[in-house]
């Protein structure tokens, strides 16, 4: 079974729609990349899958649960992480992750703690309120407290951002660990040579719908047309492209 599935999701902002009839699926264990140009609808997409701002029409399953139905099962199974953190500003970084292992329910959570702060590096911020902290703590801070309840789906939009050389390592390390120990991931990213690392399948999204959908293999051999050496990036580019005449009139 797929951990998400999504069907022909649309959301309207009044008459405007910022994503149409998009569709994609994540099985367990599987890295999906979200890829599109500035207002594409990636952060809409992101947005409808977390239950944040529900679908005006179609539909989201998170591990068999209607992210409208069904939210609070739903959103049980997931970790949204957004590209700018959100912390309480009163709150050390143990206070909360304290207070997400209460929101989550999670018991004896004690032991998983210092795993998390060594993982990134804040055991010696572990008391430390989030005006101490750096952009790229405060960003690593809210990827430990997703992580804290195990969650079966990961949604990332930017998580690299602020993130020095070795912060970027860890990273991607912790995503792929995660993603090997069987939870469902979707990445969205500008740096598509992330995406191209770490990524098993790639949707790309333009002007609020669905224009490629596949492997990464897959979608540079339709760019490469016999040629080798094809990045992603190129891919994207070729695949994004607009003709001269909507170019002119945008």
Sequence with gaps: ???????????????????????????????????????????????????????????????????????????????????????????TVDEHLEFTAGIYRVRDFRPLVDPLLDEFELRDKRRALPSELSRGMKQKLMIACGFLHAPEILIFDEPLTGLDPLGIRRMKESITRRAKAGAAVVLSSHLLHLVEELCDTVVIIQDGARVAYGT????????????GGVSLEEAFLKITEKPAEARSTT
């Design 216 to 227: 990464i293999d897959d979608l540079k051999w339709q760019i490469a047309q016999g040629r």
């Design 1 to 91: 079974m797929n951990a998400i599935e999504v069907v022909n999701l649309t959301k309207k902002y009044g008459s405007f729609a910022a994503v149409k009839e998009f569709s994609f699926a994540v099985k367990p264990g599987e890295v999906l990349g979200l890829v599109g140009p500035n207002g594409a609808g990636k952060t809409t997409t992101l947005r409808a899958l977390a239950g944040i701002h529900p679908p005006s029409d179609g539909q989201v399953r998170l591990c068999g649960f209607d992210i409208v139905n069904d939210a609070v099962e739903a959103k049980k199974r997931l970790a949204f992480f957004p590209d700018e953190p959100r912390l309480f500003d009163y709150l």
